[in-house]
């Protein structure tokens, strides 16, 4: 929700709303170059010092199978926007017991080994979590904490919240990867992951969704997921969507 009448030229929504229809306004006043900069410096930070201590990329296999999950879904990243395709997408894997996987701003993925080995994750698994990272780096939800957490800091001034822009820059180029990765995303965000998510994954061929349903119990979350509680309300949605996005994975097929 936008915050101010000062702030809505700052309102827009960073995604067309494909087929499952995401289309909420964001208040966006984090530019995205800065952002999509700071990501691939920390990622970069990342890599060399997994790299320093010889857990990057040790697993070739694993690495071969994440990257080729990921070139199944990069190209239905353009329902979505336009320009995703064409972003300098990267994708590595770190091990470590660590159940994780993330997508930072303008496509750099990262997986730890541990979320595919100890949940056992197929092919099919990898893309959805992959997919639902990736809606998250789509939908810009990172530069949209940012933005509201630069609102609320500079509304404590007088005119701080368009005046005050340049020294909240300033303070956002100093933020580490730490601060991209451990973004507590709200409730609406992972509502438009799992939906984004759903699409991108049916477009790209898979259907797991409905596998993970059929075998959700009790509303607990599906193992593959398991890093991202899912309520009931959330299956509930999802199980709503697939009407719509069969089609989508029919076509594939």
Same mark, same amino acid.
């Given at each position: ?26 208040? !966006?006043?984090?530019? =995205?170059? #800065?952002?999509?900069?700071? $990501?691939?410096?920390?990622?970069? &930070?990342?890599?060399?010092? +997994? ?11 694993m690495l071969q199978r994440v990257r080729a999950v990921a070139a ?65 780096? !789509?939908?810009?939800? =990172?530069? #949209?904490?940012?933005?509201? $957490?630069?609102?609320?800091?500079? &509304?404590?001034?007088?005119? +701080? ?65 398991s890093s991202h509680p899912t309520d009931s309300s959330r299956i ?11 089609? !989508? ?5």
């Amino acid at each position: 929700m936008c915050l101010s009448v000062l702030l809505l030229w700052s309102c827009e929504t960073t995604t067309a709303p494909g087929a499952i229809g995401v289309d909420r306004k964001q208040l !966006l006043i984090v530019s =995205s170059q #800065e952002l999509d900069a700071l $990501a691939a410096q920390s990622y970069n &930070a990342l890599k060399a010092t +997994a790299e320093e201590e010889g857990v990057l990329n040790r697993n070739r296999a694993m690495l071969q199978r994440v990257r080729a999950v990921a070139a199944r879904l990069e190209p239905q990243t353009r329902f979505f926007r336009s320009d995703a395709p064409g972003w300098n997408w990267e994708v590595n894997v770190i091990e470590s017991d660590d159940l994780n996987a993330f997508c930072m701003p303008g496509g750099k993925i990262m997986f730890f080994s541990g979320l595919i080995q100890q949940l056992d994750l197929s092919d099919a698994e990898i893309a959805v979590i992959m997919g639902h990272e990736i809606a998250h780096a !789509l939908r810009e939800h =990172s530069r #949209e904490r940012m933005s509201q $957490a630069l609102a609320a800091q500079t &509304a404590i001034g007088v005119g +701080a919240a368009v005046l005050g822009l340049g020294q909240a820059s300033a303070d956002l180029a100093a933020t580490g990867y730490q601060t991209l990765i451990a973004t507590q995303f709200s409730r609406a965000d992972e509502t438009e992951a799992d939906r984004m998510g759903l699409e991108l994954s049916a477009r790209a061929g898979v259907v797991l969704w409905q596998k993970m349903i059929n075998a959700n119990q009790g509303g607990r979350p599906p193992e593959p997921l398991s890093s991202h509680p899912t309520d009931s309300s959330r299956i509930r949605e999802i199980e709503s969507l697939l009407p719509t996005v069969m089609p !989508l994975y029919n076509a594939t097929q």
